[in-house]
């Protein structure tokens, strides 16, 4: 069987660090993707797509 998701559960501590990257993912997104606009590689845009999906997946909270 599989176990319920429930964010509540959580400790604080792991509460307290989601918060946190979820403050700093925007900026980092705003940086990476100026960077993409400035020097366009296969990898800057691989890490803005991966950024891109771990910011949304924060602020949805599936993650």
Sequence with gaps: MRKRYN???YPRWLKNLRA???QF????C?????RTLIFP????????????FLAV???????
Excluded: E, K
């Design 30 to 34: 705003v940086f990476q993707s100026i």
């Design 20 to 22: 946190a990257c979820a």
């Design 57 to 63: 997946a924060i602020h949805m909270q599936i993650i």
């Design 41 to 52: 590689t296969g990898f800057d845009i691989l890490l803005l797509m991966i950024i891109i």
């Design 7 to 9: 964010p509540y559960t």
């Design 25 to 28: 993912m925007i900026p980092i």
